[in-house]
């Protein structure tokens, strides 16, 4: 016995801008671990985890390294709290994953290894872009670690975003189309609408634009990850400019998708560790005039491939 169907309602003509984010489900990879030396709590599905049972005051054994290397490898971000630590600690607790950098456009600390993010009335937070720090090296950090000395009242939240996520979820199409694609990076971006004109011309020289795979892959775990970000990639390599910025734009709007994000609020002596190579962070600015004081320690890394 047949049955008949009711005819399909004709539908008005109707298409989304092109080059968007498009609902639906997400392909995320459920991390996998067992931790014996510290208790490790996910702040989100596949980025982001509270370590607890870890003083940072104390030097790490090279057990408590490896498996807090393994933590962060397969969480990306790792936050401690109620760390009353010195800077001097803090660049103890960072060395432990290799030499320690300087960056000429940033405040110091104690020392040139510490950049000293000091916000106030008179000088508001700039940091509210997604992008990775200093990929306009030739080498770009491993990682940083952040300190948080003086907390608002209210806001100051940092986000993080899984690059590795965000490149598993593009099309298809998408994926082949930049597999194989470089593009430049450069610092006067990010940094000439909030620097002294003067210092920025004092480091071009040292600093020249840099290119760098638009997908690199981990040197530690192998996964291909979305690596350009909007603080400081100009351009796709031989390509047209217009189609250069069109594809850029989409690309850079992944790391906007929640489900591959968290978000931690800072409280005073909180600490945060991420992976330099596998994220995008965003510092949000929703607190001024309020003051919010942080340190950042960063560990120099390698060049992208």
């Not at 982001?48 to 962060?72: C, F, K, S, Y």
């Not at 992008?131 to 000395?149: F, K, M, N, Q």
């Not at 899984?162 to 490149?167: E, G, N, R, T, V």
């Not at 430049?184 to 290119?211: C, I, K, M, N, T």
Request: hydrophobic letters at 40%; aromatic letters at 10%.
């Amino acid at each position: 016995m047949s049955v008949d169907l009711p005819a399909r309602i004709p539908l008005r003509e109707a298409v989304a801008p092109a080059d968007g984010l498009i609902e639906g489900p997400r392909v995320l990879r459920d991390p996998r671990g067992t931790y014996e030396l510290f208790r490790l709590r996910p702040l989100g599905r596949v980025i982001g985890a509270e370590i607890d049972g870890v003083d940072l005051r104390e030097p790490l054994t090279p057990e408590l390294r490896e498996e807090l290397n393994h933590a962060l490898l397969e969480w990306k971000v790792l936050f401690f709290r109620d760390q009353d630590i010195t800077s001097a600690q803090q660049r103890a607790f960072a060395a432990h994953w290799g030499e320690l950098e300087t960056n000429p456009f940033i405040p110091k600390g104690d020392d040139d290894a510490v950049t000293r993010f000091e916000r106030t009335a008179a000088m508001p937070g700039y940091e509210n872009i997604w992008h990775v720090d200093v990929t306009w090296r030739p080498s770009p950090a491993l990682g940083s670690v952040l300190r948080l000395i003086e907390v608002p009242p209210v806001g100051g939240d940092t986000m993080w975003a899984d690059m590795a996520a965000a490149y598993d979820n593009l099309p298809e199409d998408v994926r082949a189309r930049i597999d194989g694609l470089t593009a430049v990076h450069d610092y006067l971006p990010g940094f000439d609408r909030f620097s002294d004109p003067a210092l920025l011309a004092q480091w071009q020289d040292q600093f020249p634009p840099v290119e760098h795979p638009v997908v690199r892959t981990h040197p530690e775990t192998g996964r291909r990850t979305l690596f350009v970000n909007q603080a400081f990639t100009t351009h796709i390599v031989g390509m047209d400019r217009d189609e250069s910025d069109r594809l850029l734009r989409y690309l850079f709007l992944q790391a906007h998708t929640p489900e591959f994000q968290v978000r931690f609020s800072w409280r005073p002596n909180s600490v945060a560790f991420w992976d330099n190579r596998a994220t995008q962070h965003y510092a949000v600015n929703d607190y001024h005039p309020h003051v919010r004081i942080a340190e950042r320690v960063a560990i120099a890394g390698d060049r992208p491939f």
